[in-house]
């Protein structure tokens, strides 16, 4: 796989760590917050769902809004303090897959360009995981105005490379947003299965499915 590489690139939550160990941390906010969560999933949904004009974060907000029966400013606001700067400190605490750090070392010491895409803001989350320092290029898939599946933020990541799609590996635990989103921009793709699920399905749609990050590092050095 090696020869065919240039670049590897993850998604983050519950790729380089286990989304469990968030969301236990996280439970006591989901129930106090859970109208809000609701209301921004549906946002994120129907941004999802079809193409749209305007900033990414308005858009958001004044959809909650609607939701809500309250002011856009106000959900923009207490989304922006409650959500995506109140959960980041919780990252702390959050310990990551195995592996994974020796992994991003060994693709980065052969050569390999390393990119991270997430859905929401990733900055603060590898400061306190301590991955800040592997990266060639990190983006939020917010600030392109679109959220994955949708191929304009793997495309703007493979141009932040200056790497071709098919020249790139995207890593990603969803087989909707991550597996089918890079494929349809022309990636290859790898999906992380949970290693504590005893029963994994098959996604025909990736080219590696793995557990272990070992078996990665084994996958795209060979």
């Known amino acids: 796989m090696r020869q065919e590489l240039d670049a590897v690139a993850f998604d983050l939550d519950g790729t380089l760590y286990p989304n469990y160990r968030f969301y236990f941390r996280l439970l006591p906010f989901i129930i106090r917050e859970h109208k809000l969560l609701r209301a921004m999933g549906s946002a994120r949904d ?29 959900i923009y606001t207490k989304t922006e303090q409650l959500i995506y700067r109140g959960w980041e400190p919780i990252f702390k605490r959050v310990r990551l897959f195995p592996q994974v750090p020796e ?97 994994h399905r098959k996604v025909p749609e990736a080219d590696f499915i793995f557990q272990d990050y070992r078996q990665l590092r084994r996958y795209v050095l060979s």
């Not at 909650?64 to 002011?71: G, S």
């Not at 304009?152 to 089918?180: C, H, K, T, W």
């Open 46 to 74: 129907t941004l999802r769902s079809a193409a749209h004009e305007g900033r990414f974060y308005d858009l958001q907000a004044r959809i909650m809004a609607d939701i809500l029966k309250d002011d856009p400013g106000k």
């Open 103 to 199: 992994t991003l070392q060994a693709l980065k010491s052969d050569g390999l360009k390393l990119g991270l895409l997430s859905d929401f803001p990733p900055y603060k989350k590898l400061e306190y995981l301590g991955l800040s320092d592997y990266w060639d290029v990190v983006l939020c898939s917010e600030e392109t105005g679109r959220l994955k599946p949708d191929p304009i933020p793997f495309m703007a990541l493979s141009e932040a490379l200056q790497v071709p799609p098919e020249r790139i590996l995207y890593v990603g635990n969803s087989v909707e947003y991550d597996i089918r989103g890079a494929k349809k921009a022309g990636f290859k793709a790898a999906l992380v299965q949970n290693p504590l699920f005893f029963f």
